[in-house]
């Protein structure tokens, strides 16, 4: 079973830092690209960034370009986002998202994980 | 930057009737090469991540009911529901992969009227 587990998220003040990771099993992680999306509570989803199998593909929104770094550990089976200088609208939900194995390349996200919860605020 | 617009925002539909949700983006997500629509369907509910629904505007993902359809191309898409279930209250988006931001559409509420 394909499982996604993001952790790391709490609460920050603004100007902070924060790390999130998502660990996934039941899959060959190595394979598949990332992708992380958020959501503001009540809100809609807003894709932020994504990473590919061998990173050296990456894509930011322009909303958190300069702030925020996604990475990932093959090894470890691991995805990572640095958020820097955190602002209040940065509260908000963090998915990890699958990108989903096709031969066009990035055309949906297939898995999900939980989510968490980062909250901005002082 | 793709603007991706959903409509209507919200919509109430009686068990059993067809729930049809429209997707407008501000240009095409069709690539000619390989004539692909970039175009995928998302259903949240609650409490809950997104879940994958159509992708390639059209082409439905393994497990999902045969209820759930997707068609058009271009800059004009649906997502319909022929026929309503209980299960199906939530919020539904969808989202272009044609060129970065790979944006969402603001999102439809799907209630039981």
């Known amino acids: 079973e394909v499982q996604l587990v993001e952790s790391g998220g709490g609460l920050v003040r603004p100007g902070g830092s924060l790390r999130l990771s998502c660990t996934a099993s039941?899959?060959?992680?190595?394979?598949?690209?990332f992708n992380w999306v958020r959501q503001a509570p009540g809100k809609g989803l807003e894709w932020i960034s994504y990473?590919?199998?061998?990173?050296?593909?990456?894509?930011?929104a322009h909303s958190v370009k300069g702030r925020f770094t996604i990475s990932r550990d093959n090894a470890k089976n691991s995805l990572y986002l640095q958020m820097n200088s955190l602002r209040v609208e940065d509260t908000a939900f963090y998915y990890c998202a699958r990108a989903g194995f096709t031969t066009f390349g990035v055309g949906n996200f297939d898995s999900w994980g939980q989510g968490a919860l980062v909250t901005v605020s002082s | 930057d793709i603007v991706m617009t959903q409509s209507p925002d919200s919509l109430a539909v009686s068990l059993g009737e067809r729930a049809t949700i429209k997707c407008k983006s501000s240009?095409?997500?069709?690539?000619?090469?390989?004539?692909?629509?970039?175009l995928a369907w998302y259903q949240q509910k609650p409490g809950q991540p997104p879940r994958l629904l159509i992708y390639?505007?059209?082409t439905r993902e393994s497990g999902v009911p045969d209820r759930f359809s997707g068609s058009g191309s271009g800059t004009d898409f649906t997502l319909s529901i022929s026929s309503l279930q209980a299960e199906d209250v939530a919020h539904y988006y969808c989202q272009h992969f044609y060129s970065t931001p790979w944006t969402f559409g603001q999102g439809t509420r799907v209630e039981i009227k």
């Open positions: 990473i590919s199998t061998d990173d050296t593909t990456i894509f930011y």
């Open positions: 039941g899959f060959a992680f190595s394979r598949f690209d």
């Open positions: 390639w505007a059209s």
């Open positions: 240009q095409s997500v069709l690539y000619r090469s390989n004539n692909k629509n970039y």
